[in-house]
């Protein structure tokens, strides 16, 4: 298969196998109605990390490094959170949720805030309605406390993958795609501008005029880090899956028979 042959397996076979991945999980998942806290979270976590690598693979144009990192920083983020979580399920879950709920009424505040400044009545704003009948919707909203301390789980990144055992995995990745997030100077230096050919002007730098190279090694990373949540999971939930995994088809056994024709 060449280069051009995979790229269009990828864009039309990923989504489907790793949609099959996503589903035969969740029909086994572990459910306690008496709580469902933590099957709510961890699946919906999961899911997020689907839809996200789905999006990468499927869409060549964000196989930059101007792009990518973005992507790829969230899926990190969602690995490390679903690694802590499991290590107390109940309690940490419950974490996870009041803070999005927290997060939401300062959301329904300010927006409504907005609303009314503009001279328009809140109660028509469908926004607004979603969000307050999302926070209905949870049994318990009369608790929620608004935390404005930054971090729901109140430890920040690396603390948490050092808590989770993963602490060379969020080494290796996140700090690095971090820069692409923040747009710090490690990445507008390095992949905005570039040197100057004028050999009078001293090594200046000056904008990147042709488009960055799109690289294979993006929507690898993001299949990766799907097939490491579902291992995950797997391993904590004690899943027994048989369903083969898209990742290792699509990339691994790839780069096998490329190694073997080399
Ligand atoms: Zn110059």
Not at 11 to 32: M, Q, S
Not at 58 to 65: A, F, K, Q, R
Not at 188 to 193: A, E, M, N, Q
Request: charged share 25%; with cysteine; proline share 5%.
């Amino acid at each position: 298969m060449d280069e051009n042959d995979w790229v269009d397996e990828l864009v039309t076979n990923y989504a489907k196998g790793a949609r099959d991945e996503f589903l035969a999980r969740w029909k086994v998942w572990p459910i306690d109605l008496q709580n469902p806290g933590p099957s709510e979270v961890t699946i919906g976590l999961l899911h997020r990390q689907y839809i996200l690598a789905v999006n990468i693979v499927g869409n060549p144009g964000t196989w930059s490094i101007d792009i990518a990192p973005i992507l790829l920083r969230s899926m990190v983020e969602v690995y490390i959170w679903l690694s802590w979580i499991l290590v107390a399920p109940v309690e940490r879950s419950m974490k996870f949720i009041d803070d999005g709920l927290g997060k939401e009424k300062l959301v329904i505040k300010h927006r409504t805030d907005e609303i009314e400044a503009m001279g328009l009545n809140p109660e028509d704003d469908w926004m607004l309605n979603v969000s307050k009948a999302w926070i209905e919707d949870h049994r318990y909203s009369f608790l929620i406390d608004v935390n404005l301390s930054g971090s729901w789980s109140g430890l920040d990144m690396r603390k948490m993958a050092e808590e989770a055992d993963c602490r060379d995995f969020y080494r290796f990745t996140y700090p690095s795609f971090s820069s692409t997030v923040h747009s710090t100077w490690n990445h507008v230096g390095k992949v905005d501008l570039i040197p100057c050919q004028n050999p009078l002007h001293g090594g200046h730098r000056v904008p990147r005029e042709e488009a960055i190279p799109l690289s294979v090694d993006f929507p690898l990373l993001a299949a990766k880090y799907l097939d490491k949540t579902f291992a995950l999971l797997d391993k904590q939930l004690n899943l027994s899956i048989d369903v083969e995994s898209t990742f290792e088809r699509l990339f691994v056994e790839r780069e096998e028979e490329a190694s073997n024709e080399a």
